[in-house]
């Protein structure tokens, strides 16, 4: 059964919900702001963070005070993506929610932060008063599932429910793995995506390992830019609805895009470092491509991973200018994490943005790209384009090694 | 296979600890519990780690990626992978993980706490991926590697992913199984919710006082079965299904009725295409929490109905502990044992059954019986339930 993408939702460092992120992306906005200086080691950097206050929105805040962000972020969007596409999960006065007729619909999420607030409030309370300090309240949500558990809880969506990790292509893994668990008949509808947030202490060892950008010039250099020197750490929730091609049909529900293809590859390389070589990355994009049944001349253009470590730039350029061969002059190549950070959760920013440009006709824009590294052969977009777009490649490249590579067609009629 | 646990080193102590009902709890000593309530847990005892890596790579290594190196190890020489050919880059690796880096991790934070400046590096084990990522690099597999941390199914539901991308022909071979081991952090965790019994657990027993919490890595290795047989691998069980459920209900406690577990067992069932009636034993999550034990009864009751109490229902988490985001995948394993030897391991610890739990849990001694299909359950943190079905493969 083909799996097709029928709503979206997201809170982003842009503001919550769709409107906010499509006007700051198509707008060329970058939103990458520079880090107040609070963690005690920490050098000048950037981040997209995500402002607090975070909902209640339409949840009940007896049920919300008990939430880690990353459950708020994730809930706020798994209901917005369940109302754009014109589904009845609501959540309940009490805290748990009533599914209705959506009590089906499965949630996928990918994450590497998620817990990790939590965890370190548990184990400071651990080692400065002992453990008899340590909260029966806080500790559940150590877990990095209980973001995806909270949006079960909370909208009463009792379908198959997972959290998966592939460092920061955990937000398209898990939407590659709904797509398959709507393909194997486990599943007829899932919230799929990702979300993160920046913990101190991850930040904090990042910027001690130097792998994050400085806060050196007036504005963050991002993907594939010539004096990138970093990334910038992201926060976001970002939630697709996927379902089978034939429940979309049944109730009605118009789809935006459809998921053509899926390929996840190990490139080698040192431990936590990016992928060290071309070799796999590009292996990744063909594969998608011929599962797709899609040649690289077909695609309106390239969501790429690029984020402005030096490294990864340079080994994505080269990956997607082997993987598209000729067609590499002509594919505009897009990357959004000069906007959006990254994280977990960016690439599946990508995703959503992948399947509103099938739906609506644009090429989003790369923020964050002033000089253009020479050695990127590709033709990366500066601006906004209008015009119709059939399949996008979505790119996800992540520190450990794993590639996935999504295509995302215009659903068959 | 390959596994270590608190019964041994290996896949075949570990079974043979299992059979012989060995109780594999005992002190913790791998942190201080003196401040805990409870002191008590399935812990692996000394390894050798030293084979597993270079010595600058061993000490940045978590006990989690140590583990899952040697259990890996011993899974690809025993399903003797890299004879007669094989494609690396339609080889993978999808886990169940949870806290494997999280003892490092502690180590750093308690360091930095203490106003130290602990190598950046020591905090990037804990990221979840870590162990994976790491298997697949050293064994140089090239194909699909993904983690999954839905807490205590992790495993589970990582199996029944790796047997659908075998299945669906995405990869040729994958490793699977899951991967845990023991952290101030679950440690004092569950101590704080009151969930852990100061001695042995005891599942389904009516002076069950908890949990006891255990680690351990077990990986699976998945592949067709022709492919298997060509190439002389020893077969142990086929993986006819699997199904996923969530209870929707709350975040640290299963729906009481087993509603979530009961679907999840149903979709297992439906998945290997098989009835009610085709399953003479499942290996149960049975923690030896008073609502785990009578909510999964009640959902075994409601999924066999009279046939519930001829069928065998078996926790070992008495003699292996509650291994989290591993327990899927030992337990997994303990299933394709029993099919493939036919013998079901005893629920060590059971000694008077709590009267609301009132079906047959092999109290005493491991028990030789004829099997032909196995459910495997996981509960979880978050209702997060899966359930794994076997097939023994002559059947």
């Known amino acids: 059964m083909r799996a097709v993408i029928t709503g979206a939702g997201a809170v982003t460092p842009f503001g919550a919900g769709l409107p906010a992120l499509v006007e700051g992306i198509l707008a060329g906005r970058s939103a990458v702001g520079p880090e107040p200086m609070d963690g005690a080691w920490r050098r000048a950097l950037w981040a997209a963070r995500v402002r607090d206050p975070i909902g209640p929105g339409p949840f009940s805040p007896m049920a919300w005070r008990r939430l880690d962000r990353c459950s708020r972020m994730a809930a706020l ?54 453990p008899q300090s340590v909260s029966p309240m806080v500790f559940p949500f150590t877990v990095p599932n209980a973001a995806a558990s909270q949006c079960s809880i909370l909208l009463g969506l009792k379908g198959p429910n997972l959290t998966v990790c592939q460092m920061e292509a955990s937000g398209l893994g898990a939407i590659a793995a709904a797509a398959m668990l709507i393909e194997e008949g486990a599943a007829e509808a899932i919230l799929a995506g990702g979300v993160d947030e920046a913990p101190s202490a991850v930040v904090e060892a990042w910027s001690r390992m130097r792998i994050l950008a400085p806060a050196r010039d007036r504005r963050f250099r991002g993907p594939f830019d010539a004096r990138r020197a970093g990334f910038a750490p992201g926060e976001g929730a970002y939630v697709v609805l996927l379902e089978s091609a034939e429940r979309a049909a049944r109730r009605g529900a118009r789809p935006w895009a459809e998921v053509a293809g899926t390929a996840t590859v190990h490139a080698r390389g040192p431990a936590h470092a990016w992928p060290g070589d071309a070799g796999e990355p590009r292996r990744a994009v063909s594969l998608a491509l011929e599962r797709a049944g899609l040649r690289a001349a077909d695609l309106g253009y390239v969501a790429a991973s690029a984020n402005g470590a030096q490294r990864l730039d340079a080994v994505e350029a080269e990956a997607l200018g082997r993987a598209l061969g000729s067609a590499a002059e002509r594919v505009p190549v897009s990357a959004l994490k000069g906007a959006l950070g990254e994280s977990a959760a960016g690439c599946a920013a990508a995703a959503l943005l992948a399947a509103l440009s099938i739906r609506d006709g644009f090429v989003p824009p790369t923020a964050g790209l002033a000089d253009p590294a020479s050695g990127v052969r590709l033709e990366v977009v500066g601006e906004a384009r209008r015009g119709p777009v059939r399949a996008v490649l979505v790119n996800a490249l992540a520190t450990g090694g794993t590639c996935v590579s999504v295509v995302l067609s215009r659903p068959a009629a | 296979v390959g596994a270590i646990s608190a019964l041994g080193a290996n896949a075949a102590a570990t079974w043979e600890g299992m059979i012989a009902g060995r109780v594999g709890i ?11 309530r409870t002191h008590t847990a399935a812990q692996i005892g000394e390894f050798d780690a030293g084979r597993l890596a270079p010595a600058r790579e061993l000490r940045r290594a978590s006990r989690g990626d140590l583990i899952g190196l040697h259990a890996a190890l011993e899974a690809a020489l025993d399903a003797r992978i890299g004879r007669a050919g094989g494609d690396p880059r339609r080889m993978g690796i999808l886990l169940g993980g949870g806290a494997g880096g999280l003892l490092q991790a502690e180590e750093y934070l308690q360091a930095a706490l203490a106003g130290r400046r602990p190598a950046p590096s020591r905090a990037l084990g804990f990221f979840p991926a870590t162990t994976a990522d790491r298997i697949a690099r050293d064994l140089g597999l090239r194909g699909t590697c993904n983690t999954v941390l839905t807490a205590c199914s992790s495993a589970t539901i990582a199996i029944g992913m790796a047997a659908a991308l075998v299945a669906s022909g995405e990869e040729d071979l994958v490793l699977t199984g899951g991967v845990e081991a023991l952290s101030r952090t679950t440690y004092s965790g569950f101590n704080a919710l009151r969930l852990v019994d100061p001695e042995a657990c005891r599942p389904f027993d009516r002076d069950r006082r908890g949990m006891s919490l255990g680690e351990c890595a077990v990986i699976l290795v998945l592949e067709r079965l022709d492919d298997a047989r060509r190439r002389g691998a020893p077969l142990y069980a086929e993986v006819a299904g699997f199904g996923i459920a969530a209870d929707g209900h709350h975040m640290t406690a299963p729906e009481p009725g087993g509603d979530g577990i009961v679907r999840s067992m149903r979709a297992a069932l439906r998945s290997a295409g098989i009835s009610p009636d085709d399953v003479d034993h499942v290996n149960a999550h049975g923690t030896g929490t008073e609502q785990n034990d009578r909510a999964e009864t009640a959902a075994v009751k409601r999924v066999f109905g009279e046939r519930a109490r001829r069928i065998p229902i078996v ?15 030992i337990e997994a394993f303990a299933t394709a044992m029993a099919l493939r030897d036919g013998v079901v391991p005893p629920t060590a610890g059971l000694r008077t059954p709590d009267p609301a739990c009132d079906l047959d849990y092999v109290p005493g001694a491991a028990r030789r019986v004829a099997l032909r299909v196995a459910l495997s359950n996981s509960l979880a943190f978050g209702g997060n339930n899966g359930t794994l079905a076997l097939r023994r493969l002559d059947a």
């Open chain 1, 77 to 130: 969007a798994a209901l917005e993506a369940l109302a754009s596409a014109g589904e009845t999960a609501r959540p309940a006065a009490g805290g748990a929610g009533d599914g209705g007729l959506t009590a089906e619909v499965g949630v996928v999420l990918g994450t590497m932060s998620a817990g990790v607030e939590p965890l370190r409030d548990l184990l400071t309370a651990l080692f400065r008063e002992g």
């Open chain 2, 315 to 329: 926790s070992i988490k008495g003699m292996v502990g509650h291994c989290l985001g591993a327990a899927g995948a």
């Open chain 2, 26 to 36: 005992g002190p913790v000593t791998l942190f201080d519990t003196s401040g805990d």
